[in-house]
């Protein structure tokens, strides 16, 4: 069996080559965790590294050029000239020709939503709500007589103690659960391979005493009432704490598959708390599982990065389970709100559970002290049918990485955008899988274009282009 070193709150490690140049959670710490099979980072031993070229990115004068017409392409579907935005250059200023990466090209003009092959409920907004304060956070709360959708009020301030007393009891009793499972693992011995399970993670009740006695509880401080969606024009360019999600699954108590999941899970932090998605289908787009051991749910891009203020998160959390007919015949799987309250474990890998009554979700994420957001776009092109896999990597992150997209592809372009977090001065990795040859753009904080890409070999598959703006927006 894995050591204690080696996995917690999860698996049992598997070593891959990412990890050998990006110490992360995964390897560092005890709190390492649930990492999944089909890790496309086992594959990259096979990867063929380019030499580093200089900077500045190479330059596109001819506008027939593939290259030049990938760029233009992806500026007219992900414009660099919002009023919000500061700037798409590097951090250390450039002009806009300056700021192309190094381009394996392709032509077209389709547009696609901020999550990729997905129809999102609500995308990304680009208004901002003249009731938000910009900054860390500190004006978030609202006033005690604004209409909130806090059922605190429904209860008597007498029976405050009692749900206070029932949350802490029932909390305490799913941690001792955790606590017996965990103790009896460590015992099989270390030849037994058993994963270790989730932490379980703190589910607000309906109502807490805060909320009944009027006080600054989450529904307030988060504002869950206003179910919009957080600007994608805001950000800081200077490092701070982010939250990076790396996968969210479910487990059945009654699996009955395949079966269709739709709903939403979004994160609401104190820098604007309105949702802002990583899982977000409606009920005519709803996610098909097949089988119990892929009960992955595709997460999408947040519409901008997830900042990690005054130590404290919130996630938002509503599953259901399509069945036939109508809506009535729906079954609501995992519902309520989770607040993440870490202070001083920055850096590590979590792997915690969202327990609830029919199901629970498995969630792997971190916490990345100095980091800023990272805007990948991508454009490619195949004309003949190819499964294309992108995943990024980067210091930090689970030995899976951040998976990007994973489709087939045949014909018409593909572009897509997504946002994550890099610590400052680090690298990014974004890595191509393409029937089962690999290709790697390597990015970093401060530098312009990528400082390594993939040979003319990535031809034979089609036409591909990469770019990574880091730290792009300034809301201060």
């Known amino acids: 069996m894995a050591s204690t070193e080696e996995q917690?709150?999860?698996?049992?490690?598997?070593?891959?080559?990412?990890?050998?140049?990006?110490?992360?959670?995964?390897?560092?710490?005890?709190?390492?965790?649930?990492?999944?099979?089909?890790?496309?980072?086992?594959?990259?031993?096979?990867?063929?590294?380019?030499?580093?070229?200089?900077?500045?990115?190479?330059?596109?004068?001819d506008v027939s050029d593939p290259c030049e017409?990938?760029?233009?392409?992806?500026?007219?579907?992900?414009?660099?000239?919002?009023?919000?935005?500061?700037?798409?250059?590097?951090?250390?200023?450039?002009?806009?020709?300056?700021?192309?990466?190094?381009?394996?090209?392709?032509?077209?003009?389709?547009?696609?939503?901020?999550?990729?092959?997905?129809?999102?409920?609500?995308?990304?907004?680009?208004?901002?709500?003249?009731?938000?304060?910009?900054?860390?956070?500190?004006?978030?709360?609202?006033?005690?007589?604004?209409?909130?959708?806090?059922?605190?009020?429904?209860?008597?301030?007498?029976?405050?103690?009692?749900?206070?007393?029932?949350?802490?009891?029932?909390?305490?009793?799913?941690?001792?659960e955790h606590t017996k499972i965990w103790d009896e693992i460590m015992a099989l011995g270390d030849e037994d391979d058993t994963p270790l399970p989730p932490s379980p993670m703190k589910v607000f009740p309906d109502a807490t005493a805060a909320c009944v006695l009027g006080l600054d509880c989450h529904h307030?401080?988060?504002?869950?009432?206003?179910?919009?969606?957080?600007?994608?024009?805001?950000?800081?360019?200077?490092?701070?704490?982010?939250?990076?999600?790396?996968?969210?699954?479910?487990?059945?108590?009654?699996?009955?598959?395949?079966?269709?999941?739709?709903?939403?899970?979004?994160?609401?932090?104190?820098f604007d708390p309105r949702r802002n998605y990583v899982f977000n289908h409606s009920r005519d787009d709803a996610v098909m599982v097949q089988k119990q051991e892929s009960f992955v749910l595709p997460l999408c891009s947040p519409c901008r990065g997830m900042y990690y203020v005054l130590d404290k998160t919130l996630l938002e959390v509503d599953l259901w389970e399509k069945n036939e007919g109508d809506e009535s015949a729906d079954k609501q799987q995992i519902s309520g709100y989770v607040e993440i309250d870490i202070v001083f474990e920055h850096d590590f890998l979590f792997c915690?559970?969202?327990?609830?009554?029919?199901?629970?979700?498995?969630?792997?994420?971190?916490?990345?002290?100095?980091?800023?957001?990272?805007?990948?776009?991508?454009?490619?092109?195949?004309?003949?049918?190819?499964?294309?896999?992108?995943?990024?990597?980067?210091?930090?992150?689970?030995?899976?990485?951040?998976?990007?997209?994973?489709?087939?592809?045949?014909?018409?372009?593909?572009?897509?955008?997504?946002?994550v977090a890099v610590k400052a001065n680090e690298e990014l990795d974004v890595v191509l899988e393409v029937d089962n040859s690999l290709f790697k753009w390597t990015f970093q904080d401060e530098y312009v274009g990528a400082v390594i890409s993939p040979d003319d070999s990535i031809f034979d598959y089609g036409l591909f282009f990469v770019r990574v703006m880091f730290a792009p927006k300034d809301s201060q």
């Open 352 to 419: 915690e559970r969202i327990p609830g009554d029919k199901c629970n979700l498995d969630i792997t994420y971190t916490i990345l002290s100095r980091s800023v957001e990272a805007v990948i776009q991508v454009y490619a092109k195949v004309d003949h049918p190819h499964h294309v896999r992108f995943t990024a990597f980067s210091t930090g992150y689970c030995k899976d990485g951040v998976m990007l997209l994973d489709d087939k592809l045949f014909g018409s372009e593909k572009l897509f955008q997504h946002i």
């Open 220 to 270: 307030r401080v988060y504002r869950t009432h206003d179910t919009s969606t957080t600007p994608s024009t805001l950000g800081y360019r200077k490092p701070k704490a982010m939250l990076q999600i790396f996968s969210l699954r479910l487990s059945s108590f009654e699996p009955s598959y395949p079966t269709s999941v739709y709903g939403i899970f979004a994160i609401r932090d104190n």
């Open 8 to 61: 917690k709150y999860g698996g049992s490690m598997e070593y891959s080559y990412h990890r050998t140049h990006y110490p992360n959670a995964c390897t560092d710490d005890d709190h390492a965790g649930l990492c999944y099979p089909e890790d496309p980072a086992d594959l990259l031993d096979r990867l063929e590294i380019a030499e580093p070229h200089e900077q500045p990115a190479r330059i596109v004068a």
């Open 69 to 176: 017409i990938a760029w233009r392409a992806l500026d007219l579907i992900f414009p660099r000239e919002d009023d919000e935005w500061s700037s798409w250059s590097a951090r250390e200023g450039s002009s806009d020709e300056d700021d192309v990466a190094h381009v394996q090209g392709i032509d077209g003009d389709e547009e696609e939503t901020d999550c990729p092959g997905e129809n999102v409920v609500d995308d990304c907004s680009t208004e901002e709500g003249s009731d938000y304060e910009d900054g860390d956070g500190d004006d978030q709360v609202i006033d005690d007589d604004e209409e909130t959708n806090c059922p605190g009020k429904l209860y008597p301030e007498s029976e405050a103690d009692e749900i206070e007393r029932k949350w802490a009891k029932s909390t305490f009793q799913q941690f001792v």
